[in-house]
């Protein structure tokens, strides 16, 4: 602990972890099973509950169903019109752009 500042001193643990981890992202399989540790470790908390906690999932799919269909679709063009703004929480319709 440092006497100055009252936090602790990790910087020597970072340091470790990444001699650990440089020469295994080195090869393709190491780089690969970083990859694959890393997605696992940040999907388990959906999987060890009942009802995972991602309640606006279905409201951005439906949006998403109904910005890719307003165009084809009549019952959705009368009642839908797409207008586009830069607002926050709206990082979905990058993934979702059309050419």
């Known amino acids: 602990m440092s006497s100055t500042s009252g936090t602790i001193d990790i910087g020597w643990r970072v340091a470790l972890l990444a001699g650990r981890i440089t020469p295994l992202l080195a090869t393709c399989t190491g780089?690969?099973?970083?990859?694959?540790?890393?997605?696992?470790?940040?999907?388990?908390?959906?999987f060890l509950v009942d009802v995972p906690p991602v309640l606006g999932y279905p409201?951005?799919?439906?949006?998403m169903y109904v910005l890719a269909f307003v165009a084809h679709e009549p019952t959705l063009s009368r009642m839908y019109a797409q207008h586009s703004a830069i607002i926050p929480n709206l990082a979905i319709d990058l993934c979702c752009l059309r050419c």
């Open 31 to 46: 780089w690969w099973t970083v990859c694959v540790a890393t997605c696992a470790s940040l999907l388990a908390p959906l």
């Open 59 to 63: 409201n951005h799919l439906a949006r």
